[in-house]
């Protein structure tokens, strides 16, 4: 008998938040399609770890090839589904391409034996070998390239994966997994499943999964780590982020200015690694806002579908502009400075107009938590010290960035981030190859470029006596 132990959920759903249309909508998995994508997981395993790295790789680059091939078929959906605009979406899918053929070149070197030198005679290599069966719970903003950097480094390791993808994303994740079929990956060595809630803790539970991946927010991950712990998995987090960017002095104030607002931007805001944060300083500060104010007035709300100049696009969904729409709000009423936007679409849709603050203290809710949205936060430094104190006074630890016509300077105060990735005179360092990953309330666990295949891995020790 079929059954569904979450009929009560809302399901997945395809609601364009440009419009607040309802376009489609898919039903949750039922128990009996729960219990099959893990026997199928287990099963595909035990013949696709034993393939040849070499030939898991040929079918990766065939992946890569796809995605590149339908880049502008898959951006279109999933600017329907969270609003991404078309070149963005478009970009991400070919973002995703790399993912996978970096693996599918890389992956060989970056698994290979290593030997480890003895001290008491023999020969000893660690080997990096699969461990079996994961499950990935990836977020609505980066829809192909949360997918691709979790699942490309696993396959190419003879991993196999169950995926649940976002409620709000269910056409990209079929797409996903029809793309990876047809690329040549085994049936049930990566299936897409729409699990509720309660049944992501059940397949956490069963003891054939051996490791969870989240992207999310701080409370999924709080919770899929308790899951994690209690049943003895190993998990990879990756959170939220309040990136700080530092500016120390510019030889182009505008032209750091168009930086700052550029990367603010990106994604309408939605990035975990968006610098959410800036922090000017003092000489700079009032042109730099006078900079960020005049790029955030006249916008008007656009079709994310048809581009044009001037406007901007929603967020992903009503739920997260109305979130956006009272964290601004709250900073507004106890001192906070609004010198453009601020405001919330009145008909329903997901848009909020770009937005610019100053007066940030630590008595508002803009000071402590993620503002993800196109809200650029300022604030004022007297010197270096003051910059680096601001920058570290937050829970979130995931990137940084500090720029400075004195690369040593700049280097000095971005050693000193408590961050996992600090940057210097760049927003962030991007591209297959670079690793991605926080601290603190960032969660824990790395993604992408040689760490990325060292995280669900069997560092086995192999050791041989004289």
């Known amino acids: 008998m079929t059954t569904n132990s979450n009929a009560a959920e809302p399901g997945y759903r395809v609601l364009n938040p440009a419009t607040g249309e ?13 219990e099959a994508a893990l026997a199928a997981a287990t099963a595909a395993y035990q013949t696709w770890r034993d393939v040849p790295i070499e030939e898991r790789g040929k079918v990766l680059a065939r992946a890569a090839d796809l995605f590149a091939e339908r880049a502008e078929d898959l951006a279109r959906i999933i600017t329907t589904e969270m609003g991404k605009p078309l070149s963005q979406a478009k970009a991400e899918a070919e973002f995703a391409a790399d993912i996978f053929r970096y693996f599918a070149t890389e992956g060989p070197h970056l698994a290979a034996d290593q030997e480890i030198k003895t001290l008491s005679g023999g020969r000893a290599r660690i080997q990096k070998l699969p461990i079996g069966p994961l499950l990935g719970i990836m977020p609505w903003n980066y829809p192909y390239y949360q997918v691709a950097r979790f699942a490309a480094p696993n396959l190419m390791l003879g991993n196999t994966i169950i995926l649940k993808h976002a409620e709000t994303c269910p056409r990209s994740a079929l797409a996903i997994h029809d793309l990876l079929r047809d690329a040549g990956v085994p049936e049930g060595a990566y299936t897409n499943l729409f699990a509720s809630h309660a049944q992501v803790a059940t397949v956490i539970a069963d003891p054939r999964i051996q490791g969870v991946s ?4 701080e409370r999924a991950g709080a919770i899929i780590g308790e899951l994690a712990g209690k049943n003895l998995k190993k998990a990879v987090l990756e959170l939220g982020g309040s990136d700080p960017f530092v500016v120390l002095d510019a030889q182009d104030p505008r032209e750091i200015a168009d930086t700052a607002w550029e990367t603010r ?9 968006s610098n959410k944060r800036m922090i000017v300083a003092e000489p700079l500060f009032e042109d730099f806002v006078a900079q960020l104010t005049a790029r955030a007035q006249n916008l008007a709300p656009g079709d994310p579908a048809n581009e044009e100049e001037g406007t901007y696009a929603p967020l992903s969904s009503r739920a997260a502009a ?49 503002l993800f949205g196109p809200v650029a936060v300022v604030y004022k430094a007297a010197d270096d010290d003051e910059a680096l104190r601001l920058a570290n006074d937050t829970p979130y630890g995931l990137g940084g960035a500090v720029f400075s016509t004195d690369p040593d300077r700049a280097t000095r105060l971005a050693q000193r981030l408590d961050v996992g990735m600090a940057n210097v005179n760049t927003p962030a360092g991007e591209g297959p190859e670079i690793p991605f ?3 603190k309330r960032s969660g824990f666990g790395r993604e992408l470029g040689p760490l990325g295949m060292e995280e669900f891995v ?5 050791y041989t006596a004289d």
């Open 22 to 34: 309802l376009v489609e909508s898919f039903p949750t998995a039922s128990d009996d399609e729960v």
């Open 214 to 217: 989240l992207t999310g927010s």
């Open 265 to 273: 931007m990106e994604n309408t805001g939605q990035a975990c690694n």
């Open 322 to 370: 109305e979130t956006l729409a009272e964290q601004v709000r709250d900073a507004v009423e106890k001192g906070a400075t609004l010198h453009a936007g601020g405001h919330l679409a009145q008909d329903g849709t997901a848009y909020y107009s770009p937005t610019v603050l100053t007066g940030i203290t630590p008595a508002m809710r803009a000071y402590h938590e993620e």
């Open 437 to 439: 990953g926080g601290v």
């Open 458 to 462: 069997n560092k086995r020790l192999l």
